[in-house]
């Protein structure tokens, strides 16, 4: 199946409401975990951060996280901040509007970069992946998170039954949209390469999760 691009921002009241109001909180757990694993900590970089649930869930499992999510939706941000005022962490936290293209940090400027699916959302995902990789410490971890694309459009509508039967319609749309938008695993491999990320491993995590990812130990100080 031909990759269907959607549109780059997620930014009208309607897709923000609909986004904030889904469950992802197996998919968010399980983020989380893997972050846990690749020894992620320190200041963190939150890429595409939309309504924020994720770097309180951070913060909640990484006792020195401080994290800056960015993303280029306000509408997003408005929930994002939203959910950071109501949370303990919220000392821990800050949002920032900023594009994943041309990110508004310095070079090494953090000990944990990640984002997760977001991916699917940039037309030409290169200058992200270089750009997420120009901030990253040296020894840093990175994580990646996307969906990837489904061979066919059946299966892509296989999926939205087996992991979005109780969302609603339009909610399910926003699902098989963003299917029909990933890239497959290869694809994301060859274009990590192309950015430059040494090192950086696509782990296939589910049926339709896929991640790019460098442990802490795993690179060279």
């Not at 269907?4 to 009208?12: G, I, Q």
């Not at 984002?115 to 020894?139: E, M, Y």
């Not at 109780?166 to 290869?186: K, N, V």
């Not at 696509?202 to 795993?218: G, I, N, P």
Request: glycine content about 6%.
């Amino acid at each position: 199946m031909e990759r269907v691009l959607e549109p780059e921002v997620m930014d009208t009241p309607e897709e923000a409401d609909g986004y904030d109001e889904m469950d992802h909180s197996a998919p968010n757990a399980a983020f989380v975990q893997r972050l846990v694993e690749l020894g992620a900590g320190g200041r963190m970089l939150d890429i595409g951060t939309g309504p924020g649930h994720i770097p309180l869930l951070v913060c909640e499992h990484v006792d020195d996280a401080y994290v800056v999510g960015v993303d280029l939706a306000e509408h997003m941000l408005r929930h994002a901040r939203r959910h950071r005022d109501a949370s303990p962490f919220k000392d821990r936290v800050e949002f920032q509007l900023g594009d994943a293209k041309g990110l508004p940090f310095p070079d090494a400027s953090f000990d944990t970069v990640y984002s997760n699916t977001i991916l699917h959302h940039i037309p030409d995902p290169q200058p992200f992946l270089a750009d997420a990789w120009r901030v990253l410490k040296p020894g840093g971890t990175l994580l990646i998170r996307d969906l990837f694309r489904p061979p066919t459009p059946e299966r892509a509508r296989e999926l939205v039954q087996l992991h979005a039967a109780p969302a609603t319609p339009y909610q399910q749309e926003l699902f098989r949209a963003s299917l029909c938008a990933a890239l497959t695993p290869a694809e994301l491999r060859e274009t990590a390469q192309q950015a430059g990320l040494e090192g950086a491993q696509v782990v296939v995590d589910t049926d339709r999760h896929m991640s790019l990812q460098l442990a802490r130990t795993a690179v060279e100080s």
